[in-house]
């Protein structure tokens, strides 16, 4: 008997601190709150029936550090780059340019070489399975379409920069 009547009193407490936690929730668009003053202010709806929980997101790691924005001088302000600097940094990169062009249309003799006008030469398994060159032969095809793609792109980057886009003797068309 003694230990019903020390039960009950906890149950009491454990029915009172639920109770209290029931508190109304308010729906404000994507938000909630539990502030009849600010639900009222703006307008939110009250959620009825069933638990509201809600979890805040994480935040990205390195959020609390500044994050340094760089922004672009405006004309007539900002520091300026020596010319000498400027043209030292554009024939940096025209040579960059080029020498991704060599190696693009490089890549692309060696897949024309391979891809022998849609009849490269079968390797070890693809006697045997006639799918695995269908295969081959269809990958191989896509790799060329995309060199092409990446040696026009290089080229118009060339033009742009004020190089020679021309630079190979090998062309990108078909």
Do not use: W
């Not at 070890?124 to 792109?153: C, F, M, W």
């Amino acid at each position: 008997m003694k230990i019903r009547h020390v039960l009950i009193p906890f149950a009491l407490i454990a029915v009172a601190a639920g109770a209290s936690a029931q508190t109304s929730i308010f729906r404000c668009g994507n938000t909630y709150t539990n502030d009849a003053k600010e639900a009222a202010s703006k307008g939110c709806k009250l959620v009825e029936g069933g638990n509201v929980t809600v979890v805040q997101g994480t935040k990205v790691n390195g959020a609390s550090r500044p994050v340094n924005v760089v922004t672009a001088p405006q004309a007539g302000g900002g520091p300026r780059v020596q010319e000498g600097e400027q043209r030292a940094r554009d024939a940096d990169a025209r040579s960059i340019l080029e020498t991704g062009l060599k190696k693009a249309e490089a890549r692309r003799a060696d897949l024309l070489k391979e891809y022998n006008n849609g009849e490269p030469e079968m390797l070890g398994p693809e006697h045997k399975n006639r799918q695995k060159y269908l295969d081959r032969v269809t990958e191989l095809k896509a790799s060329i379409e995309r060199t092409d793609q990446d040696i026009n792109g290089l080229r118009r980057e060339l033009a742009r920069a004020g190089g020679n886009a021309s630079t190979s003797a090998n062309s990108a068309t078909k």
